[in-house]
Structure formats: structure tokens, C-alpha cells
């Protein structure tokens, strides 16, 4: 259904102006690599999981695996949406910006690119739900729920399309994913009760709140380099923007951290194993 909606965006991009068909694709291929390495991942391992669960008959440990997948897919993608939004223009230009590569054509993907990643949670939560479906034996649902949306999808880009051109083209998806995720958490309420969703709700307000303070840190951040920025080569200005990143990234999770949030801590366990693993083999 994604490939289907991303065939359509380009059909409707054919009739704008020049450019625009260029920056979704780039625009998506960005928001995909990020969406791809973590959410992807997560629904993967999720489903193996929840499969063997399901087997098992354990529905308690099956809802909170589930649960605790949700909560970890909003903690990893709420602040990479907030750093998208608040970082659009400077991340787009220093990957992309060449002659070929104009200003117009930087502005233009990087609109696309902040549209694209208000919608990458929910991305990350229907594929999360949908490979839920698909451990309880159940294939029918996903896909009527991935029919309606591609309709959805349509009916919202004739709409945007008219008053934001490309850019509503991006938000248009970003709908859709919202509205596949509503209604798939709405059909997973009917098969299972009792899915925590006042955690998980927390979970994501806190997340907000914590990726709204990081994305003003981080804009804060950017507005005393940008002058050195501008006035470097595009190495240094790479070094210096995953700087910016890096340290926004652990200002957030210290917040969540403070937030004491239980999946923080699950995370922090494996970034130490992580880094403790590097660290082993660096010595080597």
C-alpha cells in the first residue's frame, strides 16, 4: 500500500512545477532511511515475538511486548520528527546542496521532508500493529484497513495538493499513516482488551513534551553556529550539524530519563552494551 500511495504522490507531482516530483523523492528516500532503521527493525523482531506468544497462549507477556514496542518506537522517532521539523533545511542542504542542486530545490525538499516526517511515528506504529495482526493468524484486517487508507490518501491529496502543491502531497501521507493507525488500534481493541493505552498515551505526552524542549535547545544550537556554518566547507559543516544532532539527542534523553520513563532505561541498557561492545573491539 505504501509503494501505491508513493505511485500516486508522483502522478499528482507530474502537473506541479519543476522540481517537484525530485524533492518527494528525495524528500522520502531521507524519511525512509530513518524510518527503515529503526521502525522496521522494531516490527521485525516485534513480530517474531508476538508469533511465539500467540503459540503460547500468553496473552499478558503478549501485551506487553506489545506495549513496550509502541512506547520504544515514540521515544526513538518523536525526537528524529521534532530534529526533521526544526533542522529541514540545514540537514537537506548540507547533504544535497551542489551546483545541480539549487536553493529552490533545497527549499522545496526540505518542505517535503518536514511534511513526510510528521507522519513517521504513526508509520512506525502501523507496521508495529499490523505484524501484530499478522501473529494472530489475522491478514484480513491489515489489508482492508490498507485499502481504506489508500482512498483516504487520494481524497487528501486532491485536496492539499491545490493549496500547498508537493508539500501537500508529503502531509497527504503523513494523514493517511495517522488514520490506518487509528483504525487499526481500533480493530486490535476488539480482538484484545487491556492494551495499556494510558501508559502508552504517557508515554507519547511525555515524549511531546521532551522533543518540543530538545527541538528549541536545537534550534537554539544551530542559530549561534549557522554563521560558521555558512561560512565553512561542507565537511566541517557536516561534523558541526551531527554535532548539533548528537547533543540534542542527549539532552532529549535526559529528559526522558527524568521523565523516568521505563522504556528510557531499556534503551540506555543497550546503547551501554553497545558502546561497551565498540569499545572492546576498538581495543583489538
Avoid: C
Amino acid at each position: 500500500m505504501q509503494q501505491l500511495n508513493t505511485l500516486i504522490d508522483r502522478m499528482l507531482a507530474s502537473g506541479l512545477p519543476e522540481g517537484s516530483i525530485a524533492a518527494l523523492n528525495f524528500a522520502n528516500k531521507l524519511n525512509g532511511f530513518v524510518y527503515g532503521l529503526f521502525s522496521m527493525s522494531i516490527s521485525v523482531v516485534i513480530y517474531s515475538l508476538l508469533s511465539r506468544l500467540t503459540a503460547e497462549d500468553n496473552m499478558v507477556e503478549f501485551k506487553e511486548k506489545l506495549m513496550k514496542a509502541l512506547n520504544v518506537i515514540t521515544l526513538i522517532i518523536l525526537p528524529v520528527t521534532a530534529g526533521a521539523v526544526v533542522l529541514g533545511h540545514p540537514i537537506v542542504s548540507v547533504l544535497f546542496d551542489r551546483r545541480e542542486f539549487t536553493g529552490r530545490a533545497t527549499s522545496m525538499t526540505a518542505s517535503a521532508l518536514i511534511f513526510y516526517s510528521l507522519g513517521m511515528v504513526f508509520y512506525g506504529y502501523r507496521d508495529v500493529h499490523n505484524r501484530t495482526f499478522y501473529s494472530l493468524q489475522d491478514t484480513k484486517t491489515p489489508m482492508i484497513n490498507g485499502i481504506m487508507t489508500v482512498g483516504f490518501n487520494i481524497v487528501m491529496n486532491l485536496v492539499l495538493v491545490r493549496y500547498m502543491q508537493h508539500s501537500g502531497l508529503a502531509l497527504a501521507t503523513s494523514l493517511s499513516a495517522a488514520v490506518t493507525t487509528i483504525l487499526l488500534i481500533l480493530n486490535l481493541k476488539k480482538k484484545i482488551s487491556g492494551l495499556g493505552g494510558k501508559k502508552i498515551l504517557g508515554v507519547f505526552i511525555e515524549s511531546v513534551a521532551s522533543s518540543v524542549i530538545m527541538g528549541f535547545a536545537v534550534l537554539w544550537l544551530y542559530g549561534i553556529s549557522s554563521a560558521y556554518i555558512a561560512a565553512t566547507g561542507k565537511l566541517v559543516s557536516i561534523v558541526i550539524l551531527g554535532l548539533i544532532i548528537g547533543l540534542g539527542a542527549i539532552f532529549y534523553f535526559a529528559l526522558i530519563y527524568a521523565f523516568r520513563v521505563e522504556e528510557a532505561y531499556w534503551i540506555l541498557e543497550i546503547a551501554k552494551k553497545l558502546v561497551a561492545k565498540f569499545a572492546y573491539w576498538h581495543e583489538f
